[in-house]
């Protein structure tokens, strides 16, 4: 009997203990219970009121401080014409609300976790520059807060922003721009709240950005507290410095533009008589160049100031215009030419000398006596003293010194080699072309030279 009643303790004495561990290990697993007695502690009716704001900084009544850090997940555009730009971005705020001091139980409740931010006092910050903006909500709302057990509070958001980006233009193509992202109170004053940025590392950008036909270069945190006549307040901002990519307009516009100009002075090669195909030539360059034109101010705001390209493609206007107007002058040339050519052949230039000989003054024609006294028939002597040779005077010795002097003064002057290079090309028309062919092109070597030293080095000063 008695071992059988030994053996009956020792089994209730196990099945104790099994109890006992059971139990222990319940409530490991159930701990998380305490969660909702902390909080039904800490902000219960008549403990907690979101509507008052924390205390200052130990404890004091100065003002609640809240240090603000964000994370830049993406920027999806840059809108020159709207002058905008929309982001998406982790948003965090910290501050310390010493109402919600809790017991942490040994380090096994390291922070309580909140979905709804009505429950707690929320700062009134507002993004100043903002023209829209949503919250994320899918699967759930992407929003958290978490209460620390010394009463620190943290406040972290998704949201996507549309924000507005004043521009300055004036160098477009080849310009950099500052876009900002504005916070600051809507409602309590710097006496009230301040804003501060988180030491450390304030603003982190997303390793794999990337951005069409920009580039991130560097960003800054600053101050930017605001005086109205309700108060002051506490504001902060990020700029972000964005440097346009310069290799997409080259080769959609710099290039082109250069190309439709060098093809405006194939017309110079051609023919003069060829008048449909260069015409034809010219025409359709300009109107390529003036569509191009519109295209690229159709991408951009009407702005009163004048852009970098805008010069661009005037002057590359003015190149295929000019062209243009030269065919009009080589045409009028080869018409006044032929017109010449007509004239000689209509009067030969043994008849224009004769004509020439009869227009001049009668003391510088040498009369003929003798033909004139033999159609008469007189033969006297008169005649036979004209054919005697006459003793030459003194005032025609003058007049023949004079002569010489004017012969040698009058001597054809040695020809320079532009001159003696276009003796070569008999008609006006065809001089003209040669010379389009060495003008244009200088002229245009000489303005990008002159073009891109300007506004690079333009670009280079705003650069520092």
């Known amino acids: 009997m008695w071992p059988g009643v030994l053996k009956l303790l020792v089994l209730l004495t196990f099945l104790l203990h099994l109890s006992r561990c059971a139990q222990m290990q319940k409530k490991v697993v159930n701990f998380r219970e305490k969660e909702k007695e902390v909080l039904d502690d800490i902000l219960g009716p008549g403990r907690y009121d979101a509507r008052i704001r924390p205390s200052g900084e130990n404890g004091t009544d100065g003002p609640a401080v809240v240090r603000v850090n964000i994370f830049v997940r993406s920027i999806s555009k840059i809108d020159d014409v709207t002058m905008?730009?929309?982001?998406?971005?982790?948003?965090?705020?910290?501050?310390?609300?010493?109402?919600?001091?809790?017991?942490?139980?040994?380090?096994?409740?390291?922070?309580?976790?909140?979905?709804?931010?009505?429950?707690?006092?929320?700062?009134?910050?507002f993004f100043s520059n903002e023209k829209e903006g949503h919250f994320h909500n899918i699967i759930m709302p992407n929003v958290y807060?978490?209460?620390?057990?010394?009463?620190?509070?943290?406040?972290?958001?998704?949201?996507?922003?549309?924000?507005?980006?004043?521009?300055?233009?004036?160098?477009?193509p080849l310009d950099r721009q500052v876009c900002s992202l504005r916070m600051a109170s809507y409602g309590w004053t710097t006496d009230d709240l301040v804003f501060l940025w988180k030491e450390g590392d304030p603003v982190?950008?997303?390793?794999?950005?990337?951005?069409?036909?920009?580039?991130?270069?560097?960003?800054y945190t600053d101050y930017c507290n605001s005086k109205t006549n309700t108060g002051e307040y506490s504001c902060l901002k990020v700029d972000l410095l964005f440097k346009r990519e310069f290799s997409y307009y080259l080769i959609q516009i710099y290039i082109p533009c250069c190309m439709l100009v060098i093809v405006s002075w194939v017309s110079f090669w051609l023919d003069q008589s060829a008048v449909p195909a260069r015409v034809s030539l010219g025409v359709t360059t300009l109107l390529t160049m003036a569509t191009q034109t519109s295209g690229i101010n159709a991408s951009l705001p009407p702005v009163s100031y004048t852009k970098a390209i805008d010069i661009w493609t005037g002057v590359c206007l003015t190149f295929v215009f000019g062209a243009l107007l030269e065919f009009a002058l080589v045409n009028y040339a080869s018409r006044s030419d032929m017109h010449s050519d007509n004239i000689e052949k209509k009067y030969p230039p043994s008849e224009t000398e004769q004509s020439t000989s009869m227009d001049?003054?009668?003391?510088?024609?040498?009369?003929?006596?003798?033909?004139?006294?033999?159609?008469?028939?007189?033969d006297g002597p008169?005649?036979?003293?004209?054919?005697?040779?006459?003793?030459?005077?003194?005032?025609?010795?003058?007049?023949?010194?004079?002569?010489?002097?004017?012969?040698?003064?009058?001597?054809?002057?040695?020809?320079?080699?532009?001159?003696?290079?276009?003796?070569?090309?008999?008609?006006?028309?065809?001089?003209?072309?040669?010379?389009?062919?060495?003008?244009?092109?200088?002229?245009?070597?000489?303005?990008?030279?002159?073009?891109?030293?300007a506004y690079l080095f333009r670009k280079e000063e705003q650069d520092e």
């Not at 406040?155 to 549309?162: C, G, H, P």
């Not at 950005?209 to 920009?214: A, K, T």
């Not at 001049?360 to 007189?378: K, R």
């Not at 028309?429 to 092109?441: C, H, L």
Request: glycine letters at 2%.
């Open 145 to 172: 807060i978490r209460i620390f057990p010394n009463g620190f509070v943290l406040y972290s958001i998704r949201i996507s922003l549309t924000l507005s980006c004043p521009m300055n233009l004036k160098l477009y």
């Open 84 to 125: 905008e730009y929309s982001v998406q971005l982790t948003f965090r705020e910290q501050w310390l609300d010493e109402r919600l001091r809790f017991s942490d139980f040994k380090g096994r409740l390291k922070y309580l976790t909140l979905t709804d931010a009505s429950r707690v006092w929320m700062p009134d910050l």
């Open 360 to 378: 001049l003054p009668s003391d510088q024609v040498e009369p003929d006596n003798s033909s004139n006294f033999a159609m008469t028939g007189y």
């Open 204 to 219: 982190q950008v997303v390793k794999n950005l990337h951005l069409p036909r920009f580039t991130l270069e560097k960003f």
């Open 382 to 453: 008169l005649q036979h003293s004209l054919q005697k040779p006459l003793v030459r005077q003194p005032e025609d010795t003058m007049s023949m010194d004079r002569m010489e002097h004017c012969e040698l003064h009058m001597q054809p002057r040695k020809k320079n080699c532009c001159r003696s290079w276009l003796s070569k090309f008999p008609t006006r028309s065809k001089r003209i072309d040669v010379i389009s062919r060495i003008f244009f092109p200088i002229v245009f070597a000489f303005f990008n030279l002159a073009y891109w030293s």
